[in-house]
């Protein structure tokens, strides 16, 4: 009977995997991680097998019902339970919750120690700027770097004041100078995200359950990196209103945690225009409609045949581009969006051929570009 048992857990354990990645589609969205799911990895390029885990780990059977519908039904119930993996969250104050990771990154002891500097360092020199010199020299198109500032560079306020001292380090501050000396343009919107917060009462740039900018943090970095593209640039009269935001990517397993904090945005305006939106890969025509924020809009070209302005935009980005794309597209004549594409395995040359862009922006959210 034992050895029935065995040989019964053995199949659960191979099909379970297989029959993930034959039923999972491929152009599936992570909602809670609100990135596409990781396609396969192309042989021979560096960082193969951890890549080929993710699309593993990503296709395993029944994954996202579980974690993104399972776990917080789970804890609304049996909230003591708080399944927190360290790795992920730490609980912050009045309901706010903070990306951890406790891996070489360790983005909360950035934002709340001095920590050494030295790998961080080596990654940038041998890492970082090469990768950006590789762009340089697939397009005459001027480079930007856009930083996403960590959340908790911004809110420290709300970091747990008896783990370290939040808001007194930034160590990503400690290396913009290098991106400069090397010649690249480096946008870093952290002064004007810090001075626009003050004037919202009960109102966040930043979801207070997520690791993300909202769409009213993403607008002034908008706002303030597009001076950088346009000469004498005017903004739009966006009217933004906020309501609350719920299952964001650092709850999918421990309760929705309370707070009084608006943080979920739309965002509209007189007149907004109509954009095509197509397949970047198959230039199949997905929609023709009036442009929405709050589609995310994932690995697509989008033409604004209205736009302001004529030029083509290759926005490069981790997840902290979405929100930008469609202020991008609302300005710009076309944007073509490489979403949550891996610096060093996503095969860029054949998107810069087709794309021919004008500008290209590479946006990263700040312990992206030091690790």
Same mark, same amino acid.
């Given at each position: 009977?034992?050895?029935?048992?065995?040989?019964?857990?053995?199949l659960i354990? +191979?099909?379970? =995997?297989v029959?993930?990645?034959?039923?999972?589609p491929?152009?599936?969205?992570?909602?809670?991680?609100n990135?596409?799911?990781?396609?396969?990895p192309?042989?021979?390029?560096?960082?193969?097998?951890?890549?080929?885990? &993710?699309?593993?780990?990503?296709?395993i059977?029944?994954?996202?019902?579980?974690?993104?519908?399972?776990?917080?039904?789970f804890?609304?119930y049996?909230s003591? +339970?708080?399944?927190?993996?360290?790795?992920?969250?730490?609980a912050?104050?009045?309901?706010?919750?903070?990306?951890?990771?406790?891996?070489?990154?360790?983005?909360?002891k950035?934002h709340?120690?001095p920590v050494?500097?030295?790998?961080?360092?080596?990654?940038?020199?041998?890492?970082?700027?090469?990768?950006?010199?590789?762009?340089?020299?697939l397009?005459?198109?001027?480079?930007?770097?856009i930083?996403?500032?960590?959340?908790?560079g911004?809110? =420290?306020?709300?970091m747990? =004041?008896?783990?370290? &001292?939040?808001?007194q380090?930034?160590?990503?501050?400690?290396f913009?100078?290098? +991106?400069?000396?090397?010649?690249?343009?480096l946008?870093?919107?952290?002064d004007?995200?810090?001075?626009?917060?003050?004037?919202?009462?009960?109102?966040? $740039?930043?979801?207070t359950?997520?690791t993300?900018w909202?769409?009213a943090?993403?607008?002034?970095a908008?706002?303030? +990196?597009?001076?950088?593209?346009?000469?004498?640039?005017?903004?739009?009269?966006?009217? $933004?209103?906020?309501?609350?935001?719920e299952?964001?990517?650092?709850?999918?397993?421990i309760?929705? =945690?309370k707070?009084?904090?608006?943080?979920?945005v739309?965002?509209?305006?007189?007149?907004l225009?109509?954009?095509?939106?197509?397949?970047?890969?198959?230039?199949?025509?997905?929609?023709?409609t009036?442009?929405?924020?709050e589609?995310?809009?994932?690995?697509?070209?989008?033409?604004?045949?209205?736009?302001?302005?004529?030029r083509t935009?290759?926005?490069l980005s981790?997840?902290?581009?979405?929100?930008?794309?469609?202020?991008?597209?609302?300005?710009?004549?076309?944007?073509i969006?490489?979403?949550?594409?891996? &610096?060093?395995?996503?095969p860029?040359?054949?998107?810069?051929?087709?794309?021919?862009p004008?500008?290209?922006? $590479?946006?990263?959210?700040?312990?992206? $570009?030091?690790?």
């Amino acid at each position: 009977m034992m050895k029935i048992i065995r040989i019964f857990l053995l199949l659960i354990i +191979f099909f379970v =995997p297989v029959a993930g990645m034959i039923t999972t589609p491929s152009d599936l969205v992570l909602k809670g991680e609100n990135r596409n799911i990781t396609d396969f990895p192309e042989f021979g390029k560096a960082h193969f097998f951890s890549n080929l885990q &993710k699309y593993v780990t990503d296709r395993i059977f029944y994954k996202v019902k579980f974690e993104e519908e399972f776990f917080p039904v789970f804890n609304n119930y049996f909230s003591f +339970f708080k399944f927190d993996k360290s790795e992920i969250s730490i609980a912050g104050l009045d309901g706010w919750l903070f990306f951890l990771d406790a891996s070489l990154t360790n983005v909360y002891k950035q934002h709340t120690f001095p920590v050494d500097e030295k790998p961080y360092e080596k990654y940038v020199n041998e890492k970082e700027i090469p990768f950006l010199r590789q762009l340089t020299q697939l397009s005459n198109a001027p480079l930007y770097v856009i930083v996403g500032p960590d959340k908790h560079g911004i809110y =420290p306020e709300y970091m747990d =004041p008896n783990f370290g &001292k939040p808001g007194q380090y930034r160590l990503f501050s400690k290396f913009k100078a290098v +991106f400069e000396d090397n010649g690249f343009t480096l946008v870093d919107p952290y002064d004007a995200l810090r001075n626009a917060k003050s004037s919202l009462k009960g109102k966040a $740039l930043y979801y207070t359950d997520d690791t993300h900018w909202n769409l009213a943090g993403a607008k002034v970095a908008f706002d303030y +990196f597009m001076p950088y593209l346009v000469d004498n640039y005017e903004p739009y009269d966006y009217q $933004l209103s906020f309501s609350k935001h719920e299952k964001g990517d650092l709850v999918r397993n421990i309760a929705q =945690p309370k707070t009084g904090y608006l943080d979920e945005v739309k965002v509209t305006r007189d007149n907004l225009p109509v954009v095509e939106v197509y397949d970047f890969n198959t230039d199949k025509l997905l929609s023709n409609t009036n442009l929405n924020f709050e589609e995310p809009y994932f690995g697509t070209l989008i033409v604004n045949k209205n736009a302001k302005d004529k030029r083509t935009v290759l926005l490069l980005s981790d997840s902290y581009g979405y929100a930008l794309k469609s202020y991008l597209s609302d300005y710009f004549y076309k944007v073509i969006h490489v979403p949550g594409f891996s &610096k060093y395995t996503h095969p860029l040359k054949p998107v810069f051929d087709k794309a021919k862009p004008d500008i290209v922006l $590479l946006v990263n959210v700040e312990r992206n $570009l030091t690790l």
